[in-house]
């Protein structure tokens, strides 16, 4: 018995030891600074590019749905643009991840960040000060020429001072930002342009690298994001819906959908009133740019998913 004890001291002193040391990793690795480089993006004064950006932000892109806390799905729905003062709180199993104020306030804002800094943010996954962003956002692969005028449009806004604090993370979100968290960069080259029109090299891009239909619509580790499924076989819960199949098998929820039925069921908007899906966003797309995503989910792989 006396020895036995004495076994368990010395297992509770290396476990403490052990514990130790790992949390002073924890500790240190949280403030990691990847270095990643600046895209030579440049903002444009010129109203077309504006405009442009303009449509991408609010329409595909939806990035007031995230970027906004008041309500923004009741003002998108009113055809409203919402300013983008970010403030909205992702609660995610490691803590709270808040969406950035992206007006050009100097203080609370990006009003002090260069235009290759909100490039470089979107495009590689970091922060100003170099450390890893929580993988929300589909855009690193978005062409240059996309990726200017929506920055073009980010600093036409009327600066907006709202405050957003921090990101709060619990003891498991230590560990995972420490050990699982990195930058995400692009895969392979980056377009400097994409042909505007309606196939499905277009709808591919819209997809995959503006509109994120295959960030909800494929299954993922909510841990640290990580796409574990097929790609838009759906099956993935969020807030209590699980996403449908958008292959071309006979057992997805589009498979007998023609162009026309998803072009309207897209002009229809929400009909969930709590569906996570950006439909008032969406709604705005134009019909060739639905056209576009249409065709290509006829050419992803068909697969089996969870539900139709
Ligand atoms: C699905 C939600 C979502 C969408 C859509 C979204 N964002 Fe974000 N964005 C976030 C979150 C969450 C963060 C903060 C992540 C973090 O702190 O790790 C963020 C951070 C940012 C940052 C970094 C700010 C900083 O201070 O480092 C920029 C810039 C940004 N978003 C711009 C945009 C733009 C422009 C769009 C649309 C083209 C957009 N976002 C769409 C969720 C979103
Ligand atoms: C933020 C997550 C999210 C994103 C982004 C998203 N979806 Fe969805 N989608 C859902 C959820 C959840 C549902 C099920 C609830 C509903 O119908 O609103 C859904 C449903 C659908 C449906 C079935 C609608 C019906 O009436 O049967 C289609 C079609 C669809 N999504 C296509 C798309 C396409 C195309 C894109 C990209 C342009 C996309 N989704 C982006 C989450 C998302």
Redesign the pocket.
Known sequence: MKRFKKILKWTGIVLLLLLGGLSATIAMRQNIQYDRPYPAITASTDSAVIQKGKHIIFG?A?CA?CHSKANPDSLIALGQDVPLTGGFVFELPVGKVYTKNITPDKETGIGNYTDAEIARALRYGVHRDGTAIFDFMPFHNMSDEDMTAVISYLRSQKPVRNEVPGNEFNMLGYAVKAFLIKPVGPEGEVPGSVKVDSTANYGKY??NNV???????TERDMMTGAFTGEPFA?G?E??G????N?TPDPGS??YN?SQEQ?IN??K?G???PK?????NS?KR?SDDE?KA??AY?KTVKPVKGKIK
């Open positions: 595909a939806h749905d819209l997809a509109a994120n239909c295959v960030g909800c619509h759906g993935l969020i807030d819906f699980i996403t449908p958008l929820r589009i959908w998803f069921r897209f229809m929400k009909l969930h569906t996570p899906m950006p439909w969406f797309m639905l995503i249409y989910l």
